[in-house]
């Protein structure tokens, strides 16, 4: 493909998927019978460092040496409070809370709660880097996010006297605003908050409703499809994973030449793709006697290239997907906003480098 019209491809799917303390407060009142809210942009200033004023989007340094921060959680919209304790690998009361730290993240976690260490200082008071952060992670065994912070002074130096550390604070994620923020670590006070703060149970978000399409731009209605397993599959479990921004499907049939020359291009594109929020549906229509697909053939299918991802029998005739495209011109492949279930991209036969630069475009990686 010409590079231009790539581009120009890229820069319509953007915009298509663009669409005791210092201080404390009483927590963020959240109502238990909200589905999860849709967080986009980080929110604007005014921002402050103290109860009850927006946090501005602080950056720090991830293990890996590759930039990470406030943003990167705020837009995990799964997550509902932030739990952030600055750190220093001299500092003895920061050691003594790693262990409780983990505890309280294995609890709350799946009622959306996050924790963030920052490491300001090795033991011989030089910045701390990647490779300190890397090692405190590993040393204390932690679940959660640890970050260098390599400024001088530290980026939470003016939120707290930082020779009182550790700093604690609690973040309200879908405002960005602080609610706790203290020197020295209470557990049962932060327990309390947290507790009190937190959802009982966070909700799915609710399929969007009709009316639904089969074309470029509209909302897919829910499919459903057979697991390999013979097990019932609706395409609305991979809307609900929150962990999820972007569906690729193609369609197959063992009969498939050019489907099965795809599939190892795929599962590459899983792996590469996953951690950043990318979901694979590869649907089977057809054997290789053109009869309509079983659960057996899935799994057949599975096991033969070896895959990854989800992979469904469509046993309807004409096939669920027919639709949306010439079924003779298999296969066709789809790229699915995960965050409002809108088509995309929708074609017919695979070509990797656009497919591979809308997936980045998609997932925002592109620069």
Excluded: H
Aim: a negative charge.
């Amino acid at each position: 493909m010409n590079l231009s019209v790539l581009k120009l491809s890229i820069s319509l799917i953007i915009s298509l998927f663009l669409g005791g303390c210092l201080s404390e407060g009483a927590g963020p009142q959240i109502d238990n019978s909200e589905l999860i809210a849709k967080r986009i942009s980080y929110p604007e200033g005014p921002y402050g460092k103290e109860s009850g004023e927006v946090i501005q989007p602080l950056s720090f340094i991830a293990p890996t040496g590759e930039t990470y921060g406030l943003d990167d959680i705020y837009k995990d919209q799964f997550n509902q409070v932030l739990l952030v304790t600055t750190s220093a690998e001299w500092c003895t009361a920061c050691i003594k809370e790693q262990g409780t730290l983990n505890e309280l993240y294995n609890e709350y976690k799946d009622r959306g709660l996050e924790v963030m260490v920052t490491l300001f200082q090795d033991l011989n008071f030089e910045p701390a880097t990647a490779e300190l952060a890397a090692r405190w992670q590993e040393r204390y065994e932690l679940d959660f996010p640890v970050v260098a912070d390599p400024e001088d002074p530290s980026v939470f130096s003016p939120y707290y006297d930082v020779s009182l550390t550790p700093m604690v604070m609690l973040i309200d994620l879908n405002t960005m605003k602080i609610f706790y923020v203290t020197q020295g670590f209470d557990e049962d006070q932060v327990r309390g908050l947290i507790e009190t703060s937190l959802p009982k149970k966070l909700k799915p978000r609710a399929y969007p409703s009709e009316p639904y399409g089969t074309a470029l731009g509209r909302v897919i209605q829910p499919l459903e499809f057979i697991n390999s397993d013979q097990s019932v599959f609706n395409t609305t479990s991979i809307y609900e994973d929150l962990s999820k921004k972007l569906l690729l499907v193609t369609t197959s049939a063992e009969w498939c030449t050019a489907c099965i020359k795809e599939q190892p291009t795929l599962q590459s594109m899983y792996e590469e793709y996953k951690d950043a929020g990318l979901e694979i549906m590869v649907s089977l229509f057809q054997d290789r006697d053109f009869e309509p697909a079983t659960a057996e053939l899935a799994q057949r299918w599975i096991d033969k290239y070896n895959l990854d991802f989800i992979v469904v029998a469509d046993p309807t005739d004409p096939s669920k997907f027919s639709p949306y495209y010439d079924v003779s011109l298999t296969p066709m492949v789809m790229l699915i906003d995960l965050q409002n279930m809108s088509i995309n991209y929708l074609t017919q036969g695979f070509d990797e480098d656009q497919v591979r630069g809308l997936i980045e475009a998609g997932l925002g990686l592109t620069q």
